[in-house]
Nanobody, 124 residues
Framework: QVQLVESGGGLVQAGGSLRLSCAAS????????IGWFRQAPGKEREFVAR????????YYADSVKGRFTIARDNAKNTVYLQMNSLKSEHTAVYYC?????????????????WGQGTQVTVSS
């Protein structure tokens, strides 16, 4: 089992920044990657970014490239999502999730463990 706890969400004005954190505990050595997803009201949960624990390799959804940055601190078992130049359309609940292998790693189906989510609200 891997437990994930997100933090760092909140209310921010358009153009502002937030840094989300995802703290992992439990059998983290069995985790291959951490991904960030978001779900806006009335919409499906969508992939935002992912990072491979061992290599630090990252991958982003086209919609956030150049605006969001995912990073990890292996010593703290924590993954971060730095979000800059936020817009109202970025308002959503943001979730981190742990994948145990590389299969379907850009989709929700590829992730076995999920955090409870953190609300990000961007006011225009």
């Amino acid at each position: 089992q891997v437990q994930l706890v997100e933090s760092g969400g909140g209310l921010v004005q358009a153009g502002g920044s937030l840094r989300l954190s995802c703290a992992a505990s439990g059998r983290t050595f069995g985790s291959y990657a951490i991904g960030w997803f978001r779900q806006a009201p009335g919409k499906e949960r969508e992939f935002v970014a992912r990072i491979i624990w061992s290599s630090g390799n990252t991958y982003y959804a086209d919609s956030v490239k150049g605006r969001f940055t995912i990073a990890r601190d292996n010593a703290k078992n924590t993954v971060y999502l730095q979000m800059n130049s936020l817009k109202s359309e970025h308002t959503a609940v943001y979730y981190c999730a742990a994948a145990v292998d590389r299969v379907l790693i850009l989709t929700t189906q590829g992730y076995r463990y999920w955090g409870q989510g953190t609300q990000v609200t961007v006011s225009s």
